[in-house]
């Protein structure tokens, strides 16, 4: 079936590094992407969505990346700072999807001071 | 002033019992769900209501049942408790059908013993 994944499962960084998180996406029909950020004993928290006729939408401190071509989309992280330390999920929602959003499994970035 | 709102935050009991869990939302959205998070942080959805309709049951036990007085409420019902239920439970809210900027309450942990 259709799926959204991460490349990497961990990431560890120094505080002040920039971070990048990794999603490929399956759905071709997918046209709304979101980053959620989890931290612990707490719900998923809205980070930066991006719609699929953007290929760039930037926050403050973070950056999402679309590329359709190859199915990808990323987070990036300016200047990670130990409150950064959460699982982060991307998650896609549109087409077949519709009503829903679909999770990839999580990636559990730490940053170390 | 809490946006999507879950009780009990922690729910533990014996097989076999039923139990609910209850969510609120105050943001005035149409849509709500239910979502499962595994102990591998895979988040699933499990249902959908809009204004009161379900429009999403995935594949899931029929003894979970939705169940939604108002578009602000949908709770939780689970009947004859199983082990494999042990899980995070959460509630999200968004304002309109596909997804559009989930809120997520911050869970519900059910430990089944």
């Known amino acids: 079936g259709e799926s959204v994944g991460l490349h990497l499962p961990t990431l560890s960084v120094q505080e002040g590094d920039n971070s990048i998180i990794n999603c490929a996406y399956s759905?071709?029909?997918?046209?709304?992407f979101i980053w959620y950020k989890q931290e612990s004993g707490k719900g998923p928290q809205f980070i930066i969505d991006?719609?699929?006729?953007?290929d760039k939408r930037q926050g403050q401190r973070v950056t999402v990346l679309l590329n359709k071509t190859v199915k990808h989309l990323s987070l990036q992280i300016a200047a990670t700072q130990p409150g950064d330390s959460a699982v982060y999920f991307c998650?896609?929602?549109?087409?077949?999807?519709?009503?829903?959003?679909?999770f990839g499994q999580g990636t559990i970035l730490t940053v170390h001071p | 002033d809490t946006a999507v709102s879950q009780t009990p935050k922690y729910l533990v009991t014996q097989m076999g019992n039923d139990k609910s869990i209850k969510c609120e939302q105050n943001l005035g959205h149409d849509t709500m769900y239910w979502y499962k998070q595994d102990s591998k942080k895979f988040l699933k959805i499990m249902f959908s209501y809009n204004n009161k309709e379900l429009i999403i049951n995935e594949t899931v036990p029929n003894r979970f049942s939705p169940k939604s007085p108002d578009k602000a409420h949908l709770n939780l019902h689970i009947n004859s408790l199983e082990l494999g239920d042990s899980a995070v439970y959460f509630c999200?809210?968004?304002?309109?059908?596909?997804?559009?900027?989930?809120?997520f309450g911050s869970g519900t942990r059910l430990t089944v013993v």
């Open positions: 759905n071709s029909a997918s046209d709304y």
């Open positions: 998650a896609e929602a549109g087409g077949t999807s519709y009503g829903k959003l679909t």
């Open positions: 991006i719609r699929s006729n953007m």
């Open positions: 999200a809210s968004s304002r309109r059908v596909a997804g559009d900027g989930y809120t």
